[in-house]
Nanobody, 121 residues
Framework: QVQLVESGGGLVQPGGSLRLSCAASGSIRTIYTMGWYRQAPGNARDLVARISSGGSTNYADSVKGRFTISRDNAKKTVYLQMNSLKPEDTAVYYC???????????????WGQGTQATVSS
């Protein structure tokens, strides 16, 4: 079994910061790309940022210059530092990982349960 557990969401005022974390655990041999997606009510789930196993990153245009994705491969953890937050950043943030299972050798995509980030005064 594979689990992704997010933490770090909450309520913050516009202009504030939040740092999200996502730790992977279970039957994992290798983690490839890890990423963060978000979904606001009534909207689709969209990519926010992703990072390869080698550290290459991609960002949605709406968060470039404000958000930073990073990872600690030894801890199987990905982070999202969110600065200069805006009300439109309010959403449930989901962690995502492409990985190879150690028990079956199957490559799969796993998702976390989501963490709410609310930006409001």
């Amino acid at each position: 079994q594979v689990q992704l557990v997010e933490s770090g969401g909450g309520l913050v005022q516009p202009g504030g910061s939040l740092r999200l974390s996502c730790a992977a655990s279970g039957s994992i041999r290798t983690i490839y790309t890890m990423g963060w997606y978000r979904q606001a009510p009534g909207n689709a789930r969209d990519l926010v940022a992703r990072i390869s196993s080698g550290g290459s990153t991609n960002y949605a245009d709406s968060v470039k210059g404000r958000f930073t994705i990073s990872r600690d491969n030894a801890k199987k953890t990905v982070y999202l530092q969110m600065n200069s937050l805006k009300p439109e950043d309010t959403a449930v943030y989901y962690c995502n990982a492409a990985l190879m299972r150690s028990d079956t050798g199957i490559i799969q995509t796993s998702w976390g349960q989501g963490t709410q980030a609310t930006v409001s005064s």
